[in-house]
T-cell receptor
Framework: DQQVKQNSPSLSVQEGRISILNCDYTNSMFDYFLWYKKYPAEGPTFLISISSIKDKNEDGRFTVFLNKSAKHLSLHIVPSQPGDSAVYFCAASRKGDSWGKLQFGAGTQVVVTP | KAGVTQTPRYLIKTRGQQVTLSCSPISGHRSVSWYQQTPGQGLQFLFEYFSETQRNKGNFPGRFSGRQFSNSRSEMNVSTLELGDSALYLC?????????????FGPGTRLLVL
């Protein structure tokens, strides 16, 4: 049962424009959300996170928005750069669970074109 | 500081065989988690170890097992391999008690079952 869903398997965006990646979740016990980026032949690397007590968190070109009532979060990357081409995973941690146990979405492949 | 290392990087096995994958965490990290990544499923949590004890287990059959040694290195074993076990197996380490974003992933072991 996939409790974290990324319904767009791929996204193509022009360099300099905004990339918007979406993630939906079904478990209301999730209280912390993270985004990871993965290049081929490498492990995922942490990008940005947000606690359920917030609705926005910003770090440089990356902003994550959380809509708890809709159980939806999104990652905005602006401006998009060629180096942003990668697979992006949304992940969630359930209240009371160990931080080592994350539930991930299936990922969205982002391609930034010149 | 060296990152998380996983050996071997690539492996080909046949159905019915068993396989052992190894993970060496970042120095000082005592918590190790394992994930399976397959196309369309994203990363699925397998198990987490701390101080040589399994702390959490995901929804995988008993053919999947693991252990952790006193130096925090961890191994996972899959017995009676099935075609569906073909995947990228990722190991992640972190300092216990630290937030989820401090979980660092290794490059993974790609297992192909023929």
């Amino acid at each position: 049962d996939q409790q974290v869903k990324q319904n767009s398997p791929s996204l193509s965006v022009q360099e300099g424009r905004i990339s918007i990646l979406n993630c939906d979740y079904t478990n209301s016990m999730f209280d912390y959300f993270l985004w990871y980026k993965k290049y081929p032949a490498e492990g995922p690397t942490f990008l940005i996170s947000i606690s359920s007590i917030k609705d926005k968190n910003e770090d440089g070109r990356f902003t994550v928005f959380l809509n708890k009532s809709a159980k939806h979060l999104s990652l905005h990357i602006v401006p998009s750069q060629p180096g942003d081409s990668a697979v992006y995973f949304c992940a969630a941690s359930r209240k009371g669970d160990s931080w080592g146990k994350l539930q991930f979405g299936a990922g969205t492949q982002v391609v930034v074109t010149p | 500081k060296a990152g998380v290392t996983q050996t071997p990087r690539y492996l080909i096995k046949t159905r019915g065989q068993q396989v052992t994958l190894s993970c060496s965490p970042i120095s000082g990290h005592r918590s190790v988690s394992w994930y399976q990544q397959t196309p369309g499923q994203g990363l699925q949590f397998l198990f987490e170890y701390f101080s040589e004890t399994q702390r959490n287990k995901g929804n995988f059959p008993g053919r999947f097992s693991g252990r952790q040694f006193s130096n925090s290195r961890s191994e996972m074993n899959v017995s009676t391999l099935e075609l569906g076990d073909s995947a990228l197996y990722l190991c992640a380490s972190r300092v216990r008690g630290a937030r989820g974003e401090t979980q660092y992933f290794g490059p993974g072991t790609r297992l192909l079952v023929l």
